[in-house]
């Protein structure tokens, strides 16, 4: 069974549409990343996904249930949006147990501590939440979310305005998440460098609608790879160009001076430049970054 199921998705506010046919799948045990600039519909999309706004057509099932409809299945998810949702006058230990109550645990102790340990917190359970460091309230937040021990956890801009360190430190606390209880994980977020080191799957969306998902790899390289050749000259380069652009295997090909960069949909050897006789100096290849991917793909969506 799929963890989350989006089918043919549309919202529309009033006379304004935003989203359209969205549909998209994310696997059990998935680091899966919502990408998109602000205004995309992102937020739009994981609110119907957790069954808290109604969509104007389409459909969205959580491990096979549309949370709308299924109290049991909600019981089976965590959520933390961008704000941690915790009383700031209360002990971090008194804010997991009111969470608790109201989740129906009975272990409610055990499940405070689980969720404590979990996130690195034990020893700042007695503090009152205004007096941690924001880092350290998205922990506290982050606890909250687990306390119901989730399969699926929801996450919306969740390292932001935080420093370095403590973005380190949640990215290492969402891999041990799906490495050790195979939480699968929805994240929202515009942090591309985070994405690359921890995600497996990946959508872009932009003004609602998708424009590509796939895993990371799959996105990356979509049938295609980068190289880059450094020749000896800008003549050199300019001819070697000309060659490229005329193989099959060559999606497009960017002349800067004497440097070459080279989408392929196939491999190319420097053994075959030199075979042509270019003199090469620097030969490279390798995958497109997740940001060259998410801003080629956002410029071809603009153009559309």
């Known amino acids: 069974m799929r963890a989350i199921e989006i089918d ?17 799948t994310v696997e059990k045990g998935d680091i ?32 096979g249930e549309d949370l709308a409809l299924s109290r049991e299945m909600r019981a089976k998810v965590g959520v933390l949006f961008e704000r941690h949702g915790l009383y700031e006058r209360l002990p971090v ?15 409610r102790s055990s499940r405070i501590d689980e969720a404590l340990e979990m996130v690195g917190l034990q020893d700042r359970a007695g503090d009152r939440v205004a007096a941690l460091s924001t880092g350290l309230k998205r922990r506290a937040g982050l606890a909250r979310a687990l306390l119901n021990r989730p399969e699926v956890l929801f996450l919306d801009e969740p390292t932001s305005s935080l420093d370095p360190q403590a973005q380190l430190d949640f990215r290492t606390l969402i891999m041990k998440l799906r490495e050790e209880r195979r939480m699968t994980v929805f994240l929202n977020t515009h942090n591309l460098d985070e994405v690359q080191r921890v995600g497996t799957r990946v959508a872009i969306l932009d003004k609602g609608k998708v424009l590509l998902s796939g895993t990371l790899d799959e996105v990356r390289s979509p049938g295609s790879s980068e190289a880059e050749a450094v020749l000896s000259s800008d003549a050199e380069a300019a001819r070697a160009e000309q060659r490229l652009t005329a193989d099959r295997r060559v999606r497009s090909v960017r002349r800067q001076g004497a440097s070459l960069r080279i989408e392929l949909d196939a491999p190319l050897s420097v053994r075959e430049l030199v075979m042509w006789g270019f003199d090469v100096r620097e030969f490279r290849t390798g995958r497109r970054s997740l940001d060259d991917v998410y801003f080629e793909v956002l410029s071809r969506g603009s153009a559309a």
């Open 32 to 63: 899966f990343a919502f990408l998109g600039p602000n205004g995309a519909g992102k937020t739009t999309a994981m609110r119907i996904v957790l069954g808290t706004l109604e969509p104007t057509r389409g459909s969205a099932r959580v491990l």
């Open 8 to 24: 043919g998705l549309g919202k529309v506010f009033g006379e304004r549409e935003v989203l359209h046919d969205v549909s998209l």
């Open 93 to 107: 230990r008194d804010n997991l147990d009111h969470y608790a109550r109201l989740f129906g645990l009975t272990d």
